[in-house]
């Protein structure tokens, strides 16, 4: 047995301790630590106005809270505190306009694939977003791919991360206390008032992917007992409970049949005390003599079925191009309804709305042809019409489609088409948002940073739809890039 002496011991302490030292730096950086996401806040006004939730951009009382630019998810530093593009920003609105200088309320990025459900959303105080993982895999790499759920409050504290993910797979919508998520054709709810966030699985089969998300609800369809064949429509409460079968083949067919029907659900809508699905209906029996688009409302707070108030839009086989719908709205006694190229417009009843043509005696139905490819920006009512937009080839353009009298009657105008937007807007995460008279979008010619446009009261040939303002802040990066293209 042998002792070192004094130095010796000191040494090989010191070398120990430098050891672990470097262990423990090197780890942190190959795996990461924890964010520090304590913050003092901004003085704000808690609201319970809130419009546009979902989308890049949404209104909160006075305030309009919206993503500053697409950041994209690769080489980016996502560490909290650290972002300006992609970030959660607000800004003051006056008369519904953006007004003075915005403010960084999340300094992360947000960042998603979905483009229908993709966006922030505000509720009980809380903004709801996803943004890429930002701890380090075992080569110092951000973990860019991976997704986080996340919420902060609209004062800019409380950051939390809600639940992680391997990729961006995954869509989301809040309502009230409850997430609910789909992630490979399961359906999921999280309990936000538990501290550990409890996740639960809804469904134990899977679910099909043309799944609708509304105020209430979250509507879907599913094989009946794995029968591909025999589908049913299916809805499940915000508020929790066990999913609810809507509509099968036993409350669809005709007594004493054994009819099986294929249920695709198109598109879904709702107000304050019902939802109304829109779903294609095939039935098993020779050459599907039922084949066709229907709708059906239900009661939100009894929400039963009965075939004989089921509304058809179609009955005709699949090779038609009645069947190319993929988008409605409901308004007031009328259903819009647009496939890729064209909207038209029907009754409550599921018959054609007709117009005169030119003059002429015949009646014919109203069909209005978009002359390309086109996505449906929605309906906005006023005191006096009824105006619809839609997109085309980043070209927004609205239509007055009906005018109202002080009695209510609805009139059909004809042929109006007018250009509101012409600006170049990036849509790969966020489409851009009208609210009220002002569209916000992402702008491709800008790298991709926020930007709005206020359409003029009187739109003519001569509107510079070019005159658009920014919208946040724009980052280093970004600003180096437009000084040396300006040089």
């Known amino acids: 047995m042998f002792f070192l002496d004094g130095e010796v011991m000191k040494k090989k302490v010191l070398l120990t301790i430098i050891t672990i030292l470097v262990i423990a730096i090197a780890s942190s950086l190959l795996v990461g630590c924890t964010e520090n996401y304590k913050t003092n806040g901004i003085t704000t006004n808690f609201s319970d106005k809130i419009e546009s939730n979902g989308g890049m951009a949404v209104v909160y009382g006075e305030y309009l809270y919206f993503i500053n630019g ?35 309320i999340v300094p992360k990025i947000v960042y998603g694939t979905d483009t229908v459900y993709g966006g922030i959303y505000i509720v009980n105080d809380y903004i709801y977003y996803t943004s890429p993982n930002s701890s380090r895999d075992g080569n110092g790499d951000q973990k860019s791919t991976e ?18 993910f391997e990729d961006f797979s995954v869509v ?23 501290k550990k966030f409890e996740d639960s699985k809804v469904e134990e089969d899977t679910i099909l992917t043309n799944y609708k998300i509304v105020d209430g609800y979250i509507i879907y369809c599913m094989y009946n007992n794995e029968d591909t064949e025999d589908y049913i429509l299916k809805a499940y409460s915000w508020s929790g409970g066990d999913p609810m079968v809507l509509a099968n083949s036993a409350n669809i067919r005709a007594q004493g049949t054994d009819t099986n029907y294929t249920i695709s659900l198109i598109d879904a809508t709702s107000n304050d005390d019902s939802f109304t699905a829109y779903f294609t209906l095939k039935d098993n029996e020779l050459n599907s003599p039922e084949e066709g688009i229907c709708s059906f409302t239900f009661d939100k707070a009894n929400p039963v079925f009965d075939k004989s108030k089921m509304i058809r839009y179609t009955n005709n086989p699949s090779d038609t191009e009645n069947l190319g719908y993929t988008q409605f709205e409901m308004l007031n ?46 309906i906005e009512v006023s005191d006096s019409t009824v105006t619809y937009s839609y997109e085309k080839d980043s070209v927004i353009y609205s239509i007055v489609l009906f005018t109202i009298a002080q009695d209510g009657t609805y009139t059909y105008v004809e042929k109006n088409v007018k250009k509101i937007f012409g600006g170049t807007a990036d849509v790969t995460y966020c489409s851009s948002e009208i609210i009220g008279n002002v569209v916000y979008y992402m702008n491709s010619g800008v790298s991709n ?17 070019t005159d658009v303002k920014l919208l946040g802040e724009v980052n280093k990066t970004d600003f180096i890039a437009s000084l040396t293209k300006a040089s």
């Open 333 to 378: 006694n009328y259903v819009l309804a647009m496939s890729d190229t064209i909207l038209r417009v029907y009754n409550k009843d599921g018959s054609f709305l007709t117009t005169n043509v030119d003059g002429e005696t015949e009646q014919v139905p109203i069909n209005i042809d978009f002359g390309g490819t086109a996505m449906s920006r929605g």
């Open 172 to 194: 989301f919508s809040v309502e009230n206390n409850n997430l609910m998520y789909v992630r490979d054709n399961e359906l999921h709810s999280i309990n936000l008032a538990s």
């Open 70 to 104: 697409n950041a994209g998810n690769t080489d980016i530093d996502n560490v909290y505190g650290v972002p300006v593009k992609g970030a959660i920003s607000r800004i003051v609105l006056k008369n519904g306009v953006p007004d003075g200088d915005s403010q960084i």
């Open 449 to 465: 940073n926020a930007y709005y446009f206020v359409i003029p009261e009187d739109i003519d040939t001569d509107t510079d739809y």
């Open 147 to 164: 997704m986080d759920i996340m919420r902060t409050k609209v004062d800019g504290t409380d950051t939390q991360k809600i639940a992680s």
